[in-house]
Each structure stands twice: as C-alpha cells, then as structure tokens.
C-alpha cells in the first residue's frame, strides 16, 4: 500500500477544478463563488481518487443535495 490518499482536495487542485469548469457548477451552470465545493466524482469513500481527473467544481446547493442522497 502507497501512502493514504488525502480526502479532500488541496487549494491548487481547487483552482485548477475551478479553471476546468469555467468558473461554473459542472451540474447547474452556476456561477461559482470562493465558496465552491470541489467534489469527488466517484466518491472517496468507495475509493475515488482525490485527483483533479476525479473532480468538479460543484456549487454548495448541488454538493448538499449529492451528499443527501
Ligand atoms: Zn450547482
């Protein structure tokens, strides 16, 4: 086994997160302040990467609403 994978995206992940969508919610087009979420596609606790591959720049409304399902 490598070393533990962080849980949470770093702020230079962030930014580049950021950059990729635009400045925009990869699922409701908002428009992204300071506060985004940076999100794990596949989520982290069923193994996803914390990996700019494995990430997208969410508004606050819509990671809530992933994380409640
Ligand atoms: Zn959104």
């Not at 849980?7 to 985004?36: E, H, M, P, T």
Request: glycine share 12%; hydrophobic share 30%.
């Amino acid at each position: 086994m490598g070393k533990k994978m962080r849980r949470f995206f770093d702020k230079n992940q962030r930014s580049i997160l950021l950059w990729i969508s635009g400045g925009y919610c990869s699922n409701c087009r908002a428009r992204l302040d300071k506060g985004f979420h940076a999100d794990h596609v596949f989520a982290y606790t069923h193994g996803g990467k914390t990996i700019t591959n494995n990430g997208q720049a969410l508004c606050v409304i819509c990671n809530l609403k992933k994380g409640s399902k």
